[in-house]
């Protein structure tokens, strides 16, 4: 269970927010495996709120790179619908102040902080092909998401990756059509898919996927199934939480298994509203 907003955290889980275990680990792998593949850049995320998801990005900062984070935290929303998303979510928890308390919990310094519609970011002030990784998670609106991904495709180096958060919830779909646009009209490939996240790359999201098939999820407790989608192939991502056994050797005894999650319960905690699904994860993570 999150703190409060007021609170100092102990640990980066303490900090509010929507960031849950898979999300966690699958930004941690693609930002070591840029290390590990010498990609090199910044780091921006679109949508901070109180920083849970930009206590982890600010651990993979290397030397050189920076990371710039954009929010309206206490500020005014640039139009009517984003100002009554602001009221309904964010409003009685969010001010600058509480993020700077919770990143500064966890490391020396803050980054850049752009305090400021997203659509600012549009003005050039991140330099063309200036970053490795950007975090879609600011407004929901589709007019706000489809200009957080022009700026994105511009500001990404080569195979750099770019993640949409709430792609598919049933309370966004301003997202999925500006994700799904992006993807049929702006040449953005599909990586992987989480229950609240979509990873893809304007790069070599071939070299991406043979390497993310490498590491054994399925043994560490996550799902993994395949979609091919308008000829791409993605990979789908959840945590369940009970590694697969691996294979017994021929003519060895099987211990039992604990029981898989049934397909009805999967499909269910997929459909359910996030609201619901979220507090069933936090329960199991
Ligand atoms: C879902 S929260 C971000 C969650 C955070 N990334 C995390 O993992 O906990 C969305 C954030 O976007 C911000 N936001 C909403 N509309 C925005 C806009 N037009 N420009 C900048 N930030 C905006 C809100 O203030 C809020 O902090």
């Not at 990371?67 to 005014?76: A, I, N, P, R």
């Not at 009517?80 to 490391?107: C, G, I, P, V």
């Not at 996030?274 to 069933?280: K, N, S």
């Given at each position: 269970?999150?703190?409060?907003?007021?609170?100092?955290?102990?640990?980066?889980?303490?900090?509010?927010?929507w960031?849950?275990?898979?999300?966690?680990?699958?930004?941690?792998?693609?930002?070591?495996?840029?290390?590990?593949?010498?990609?090199?850049?910044?780091?921006?995320e679109?949508?901070?709120?109180?920083?849970?998801?930009?206590?982890?990005?600010?651990?993979?900062?290397?030397d050189?790179?920076?990371?710039?984070?954009?929010?309206?935290?206490?500020?005014?929303?640039?139009?009517?619908?984003?100002?009554?998303?602001?009221?309904?979510?964010?409003r009685?928890?969010?001010?600058?102040?509480?993020?700077?308390?919770?990143?500064?919990a966890?490391?020396?310094?803050?980054?850049?902080?752009?305090?400021?519609?997203?659509?600012?970011?549009?003005d050039?002030?991140?330099?063309?092909?200036?970053?490795?990784?950007?975090?879609?998670d600011?407004?929901?609106?589709?007019?706000?998401?489809?200009?957080?991904?022009?700026?994105?495709?511009?500001?990404?180096?080569?195979?750099?990756?770019?993640?949409?958060?709430?792609?598919?919830?049933?309370?966004?779909?301003?997202?999925?059509?500006?994700t799904?646009?992006?993807?049929?009209?702006l040449?953005?490939?599909?990586?992987?898919?989480?229950?609240?996240?979509?990873?893809?790359t304007?790069?070599?999201?071939?070299?991406?996927?043979a390497?993310?098939?490498?590491?054994?999820?399925?043994?560490?407790?996550?799902?993994?199934?395949?979609?091919?989608?308008?000829?791409?192939?993605?990979?789908?991502?959840?945590?369940?939480?009970?590694?697969?056994a691996?294979?017994?050797?021929?003519?060895?005894?099987?211990?039992?298994?604990?029981?898989?999650r049934?397909?009805?319960?999967?499909?269910?905690?997929?459909?359910?509203?996030?609201?619901?699904?979220?507090?069933?994860?936090?329960a199991?993570v």
């Amino acid at each position: 269970m999150a703190t409060p907003a007021s609170a100092v955290p102990r640990t980066p889980d303490d900090v509010p927010g929507w960031f849950w275990k898979v999300d966690q680990e699958v930004f941690s792998w693609f930002l070591d495996r840029q290390s590990d593949t010498g990609t090199k850049g910044d780091i921006l995320e679109l949508g901070t709120y109180l920083g849970r998801s930009a206590v982890l990005l600010g651990r993979h900062l290397r030397d050189g790179e920076t990371f710039t984070v954009c929010d309206l935290f206490d500020s005014e929303a640039p139009d009517a619908e984003n100002s009554a998303e602001m009221d309904m979510s964010y409003r009685k928890t969010l001010t600058r102040q509480a993020f700077e308390t919770n990143y500064l919990a966890f490391h020396d310094r803050l980054p850049e902080v752009v305090q400021a519609p997203t659509s600012v970011l549009a003005d050039g002030r991140i330099p063309e092909g200036s970053c490795r990784f950007v975090h879609i998670d600011a407004s929901h609106l589709y007019e706000h998401v489809a200009g957080d991904i022009l700026v994105a495709r511009d500001a990404l180096a080569k195979d750099g990756l770019v993640v949409l958060d709430d792609y598919r919830s049933p309370h966004t779909p301003g997202v999925a059509a500006a994700t799904w646009e992006a993807v049929a009209g702006l040449g953005l490939k599909p990586i992987c898919l989480t229950p609240e996240k979509f990873y893809g790359t304007w790069g070599d999201a071939d070299a991406a996927k043979a390497d993310l098939l490498a590491r054994d999820w399925p043994g560490e407790g996550f799902r993994m199934e395949k979609d091919v989608i308008a000829g791409h192939t993605v990979h789908r991502l959840a945590y369940d939480g009970t590694p697969a056994a691996p294979a017994p050797a021929a003519g060895a005894t099987t211990t039992p298994r604990r029981p898989q999650r049934s397909r009805a319960r999967r499909l269910a905690l997929d459909l359910l509203p996030p609201v619901v699904t979220r507090a069933i994860r936090r329960a199991r993570v």
